[in-house]
């Protein structure tokens, strides 16, 4: 794996975080190639290519994508290590307190982040908080008391690592080597950048989203027109529409409308979408 020394490739995220890249296998041609070997013909043209890519992604034919890897150093605040770690698929290595004192970093956020618990959202943030100003700076005074008290233990008592980190605070930068294949990032990168994401781990997604089309543009691409964009619609909820929608489009304005085949929406494509109008009831059969 070519390793990038130069670590030209990062981005800074949060207030003392970032996102680097360490290593990329394979490019955009990647998929189409490890797809090919099902029937050993090449492809003819980038065109091809990336149609057989986006025709992958859009049937959720997911191995060719494994074939793909990016790795990344983080440094994140521990509360968002700890969601971003449950993406099993992964692997990973984190620096470890246990062999070192760790850095005086901490996660503290702009004022304009704090709300009020969410009314809808169990999980989520609500409307701005009147005294954010006051708890941010209340937040950073106590960082500065676990972080002397931390560092008293160990430098001045001799207190072992693992213990005198007891009551570090969860906004505690971590710093870990993430390797995934272009499908486990799809993956986390379909849920941590959805609006109901944490802000928190949203933007560390949306970093990893802006490095990863810089090395795999087509298959970005395709990814965000068929997983990240896309609509699922429940059975109920097609019936609904059905009902709201009453009137179908005739063949005539469906082929009118229909753009001229090319690798973005090709004829295949079309054909897709002219049976899903059909289930929806909005084209008349013919
Ligand atoms: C908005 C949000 C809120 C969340 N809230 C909570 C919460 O309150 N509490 C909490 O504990 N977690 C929470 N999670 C974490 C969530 O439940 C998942 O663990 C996490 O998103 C990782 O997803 P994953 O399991 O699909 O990913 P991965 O672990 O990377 O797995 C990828 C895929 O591999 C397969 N897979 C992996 N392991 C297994 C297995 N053991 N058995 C079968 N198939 C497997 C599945 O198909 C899975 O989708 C939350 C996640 C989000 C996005």
Redesign the pocket.
């Known amino acids: 794996m070519p390793l990038n020394p130069d670590y030209t490739n990062e981005k800074p995220v949060l207030d003392h975080g970032y996102v680097r890249l360490l290593g990329v296998m394979g490019d955009d041609s990647s998929p189409d190639s490890d797809a090919r070997i099902s029937t050993g013909v090449a492809a003819r043209s980038e065109a091809q290519q990336t149609t057989l890519v986006r025709f992958l992604l859009r049937h959720k034919h997911t191995t060719p994508f494994e074939g793909s890897v990016m790795k990344f150093e983080v440094r994140a605040p521990i509360m968002v290590i700890r969601?971003w770690f449950?993406?099993?698929?992964?692997s990973y290595n984190e620096e470890s307190g246990r062999y070192k004192q760790l850095d005086p970093l901490y996660y503290t956020p702009e004022a304009d982040r704090v709300s009020y618990q969410a009314k809808s959202n169990h999980?989520g943030s609500g409307d701005p908080h009147p005294e954010s100003e006051r708890f941010v700076a209340e937040w950073g005074d106590e960082q500065k008391e676990f972080e002397a008290s931390y560092t008293e233990l160990i430098q001045t008592h001799n207190v072992a690592r693992e213990l005198a980190r007891l009551n570090m605070p969860v906004s505690h930068y971590s710093t870990f080597v993430v390797t995934g294949n272009l499908l486990?990032w799809f993956?986390f990168l379909q849920?941590?950048m959805?609006a109901?994401?944490q802000y928190e781990i949203r933007v560390y997604a949306e970093a990893i989203f802006e490095i990863a089309k810089q090395y795999f543009p087509s298959s970005l691409a395709a990814f965000q027109d068929y997983w990240l964009d896309a609509i699922t619609l429940t059975r109920r909820e097609v019936d609904l529409l059905k009902q709201m929608l009453p009137r179908a489009v005739s063949e005539e304005s469906f082929n009118g409308a229909v753009p001229e085949p090319s690798p973005m929406f090709t004829k295949r494509e079309a054909g897709e979408f002219r049976e899903k109008l059909l289930r929806l009831g909005l084209l008349e059969r013919t």
């Open positions: 969601e449950r993406h099993r698929t992964f999980q486990n993956r849920l941590r959805e109901t994401a």
